[in-house]
Nanobody, 122 residues
Framework: QVQLVESGGGLVQAGGSLRLSCAAS????????MGWFRQAPGKEREFVAA????????YYADSVKGRFTISRDNAKNTVYLQMNTLKPEDTAVYYC???????????????WGQGTQVTVSS
């Protein structure tokens, strides 16, 4: 059974940092793209960042470019999202997703985690 488990969310003040982790189990995703998405209350789930299987190509939403960094460790079957200079508008549930060929599209991902809450206070 494939599982993606996110961790690292929490409450942080504006300007602070958090590092999210997503650990995969049940199969290896070393040959698959992985991504991070987020969903704020009353809003649709949106793309945040994605990384190809090798880590050679990275993709970011304009709203997080320059502040967030996605990375992966294929030996640990884990993907990370380093979030710096956090803003109140970054508040959302953050989801990890795996296995897609269209990196920015929600519907293109085959596997999803349960999400981790990130709350940024002003």
């Amino acid at each position: 059974q494939v599982q993606l488990v996110e961790s690292g969310g929490g409450l942080v003040q504006a300007g602070g940092s958090l590092r999210l982790s997503c650990a995969a189990s049940g199969r290896s995703f070393s040959s698959a793209a992985m991504g991070w998405f987020r969903q704020a209350p009353g809003k649709e789930r949106e793309f945040v960042a994605a990384i190809t299987w090798s880590g050679s190509s990275l993709y970011y939403a304009d709203s997080v470019k320059g502040r967030f960094t996605i990375s992966r460790d294929n030996a640990k079957n884990t993907v990370y999202l380093q979030m710096n200079t956090l803003k109140p508008e970054d508040t959302a549930v953050y989801y990890c997703a795996a296995d897609s060929v269209i990196y920015t599209m929600v519907a293109a991902y085959a596997y999803w985690g349960q999400g981790t809450q990130v709350t940024v206070s002003s």
